[in-house]
């Protein structure tokens, strides 16, 4: 028998069913309707619209990482590189613009990569190459900088998030950086604490913005 490509559960006991949906599984429980997805660096359950139904067992949404978090040393070069001055740390940093990272496994370390890419002061997009097995396809994390005190993703930012990954925005680069850290899947969004992604040095702080009960494994 072909396996689904979206699978549906009702879940009405406290162990969920396995994956059935070769691309995603939409679960029903007793506080609303949730979105499952794997991938081999991690896996996720997210909220699609909270719902009071009668009869169900509750979902907690929860990421289960397959990987160690990104490590502090490979944050702090990212807040360099946003910051502007990674190259030469004595000179003035040049004037603000936004910047994109990927985070890719690569073996057994995170890989961080600067991809091609057209920056403005409000603005990043990356110039995609022809080949189908680029950066931007395998990215397991994708993060790019916003400028001081801009700690919302934007309207442009969750149009153009697509796909299955950890979403990042980094701000205040120049004072106390900040990371806020969400898990998307089709456009369906999850904020989560950072330091369950990134193993953030002391100077940065983590913006958590999740009124869900929530889960790591």
Do not use: K
């Not at 502090?72 to 190259?87: D, H, K, P, T």
């Not at 990927?102 to 990043?124: A, E, G, K, R």
């Amino acid at each position: 028998m072909t396996q689904p490509l979206i699978g549906y559960h009702l879940i009405e006991q406290d162990s969920l069913p396995q994956q059935h949906g070769t691309v995603r599984d939409y679960l029903i429980g007793s506080n609303g309707i949730f979105v499952r997805a794997e991938r081999p660096d991690f896996s996720a359950i997210i909220p699609v619209q909270s719902l009071t139904l009668p009869g169900l067992m509750s979902v907690t949404p929860r990421l289960t990482l397959r990987r160690p978090r990104v490590d502090a040393a490979l944050v702090s070069r990212m807040i360099a590189i946003a910051f502007g001055n990674s190259e030469a740390p004595a000179q003035a940093p040049r004037p603000f613009v936004e910047t994109l990272f990927y985070f890719c496994w690569d073996q057994n370390h995170w890989q961080m990569i600067v991809p091609p890419q057209v920056q403005t002061c409000t603005s990043v997009h990356p110039v995609l190459p022809q080949s189908a097995n680029n950066d931007y396809q395998t990215a397991t994390i994708e993060v790019h900088s916003h400028p001081p005190n801009a700690t919302s993703f934007s309207a442009e930012d969750n149009q153009i998030a697509t796909g299955f990954r950890i979403f990042a925005i980094l701000t205040n680069v120049d004072t106390t950086p900040q990371i806020i850290t969400r898990v998307g899947i089709d456009g369906v969004f999850w904020t989560i604490p950072t330091h369950w992604v990134f193993d953030y040095p002391s100077r940065a702080q983590d913006v958590h913005l999740c009124s869900l009960s929530t889960q790591i494994i």
